[in-house]
């Protein structure tokens, strides 16, 4: 099966999974929930999260509760991300942002209630049956919230915003993506191993895997935000270069950025060698990251 047809049907099972965890009482709060949860997303995350967990011998069907968690959370930050506080951006996924679909104040409990609901599924008594090890649970958990907190994406949504206008380095550059992306993403990918059941070592170069591609799929997106089409996005390209943002095309151009994304890249597929063969999924997604043009 091609590797374009293997993610659609995965995506699609992923998206069918989000929305049966999804409340479906007819009130506001839980349209708005669904709007932004259900928008098409790529499902990356929970993509990466379970084919790690495959790659170490666990089950799809184990681990599908933190892959729908893990793009609830995602799909909160978004929803915090474009707020006129924050990015201030008008489209997401294709359709209206959240706060320009239901005001700002229904966007916002709505963002909050999805990221309560995420912990919720990935905590509660059927997920613990499915996985059997509380200890690797509890160890997720713990991941996924420090790539969120004060040394994770809300230290880099900081950063990113301090940077406005401003002279930054290309270290400095790093880390805003580090933990406003990367983390979350590297988080992504140890839990599909944590909950499969992987050693230290395996978790080692996972983690050295997700850290290389964290970093080449922020730079891609930043090239996007040069080059990419409306359409093929789902927002408005441009915005970085509006908001006077720091971005790796803006500090390197275009062309180091694209050579320094294709030597992280190399660096990811170089750490799944490791893994032998039983990597050629994760190799392709890999490579699919970089070539992706939304
Ligand atoms: C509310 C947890 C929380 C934090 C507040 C708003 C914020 C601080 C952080 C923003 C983090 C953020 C939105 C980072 C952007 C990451 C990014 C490149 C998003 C696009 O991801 P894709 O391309 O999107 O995977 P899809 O739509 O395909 O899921």
Redesign the pocket.
Known sequence: MSLNLKLKELKEEIDMEIDKYLPDDSNILTEAMRYSAL???????AILLIESAILCGGEKSCVMPFACGI?L??????I??DLPA?DDDDF??GIPTAHKKFGEAIAILA?DAL?ALAYQIMSYKPTREKIGNNGAILDCIERISSA?GPKG??L??TLDIQSEGQKVTLDDLKLIHRS??GELISASIYCGGRLAGAGIKNLEHLENFARHLGLA??IK?DILDVSGKKEEL?KTPGSDQRKQKATFPSLLGLEKAKILMDREIESALSCLEHFGEKSATLKDLTKYIAERN?
């Open positions: 928008a098409s997303g790529k499902r990356l995350r793009e959370i995602h799909t909160f930050s978004l915090h991300d924050m997401r996924r963002a990221f969120i994406m809300c880099g949504q406003k992306t799929f922020q997106d789902g939304f």
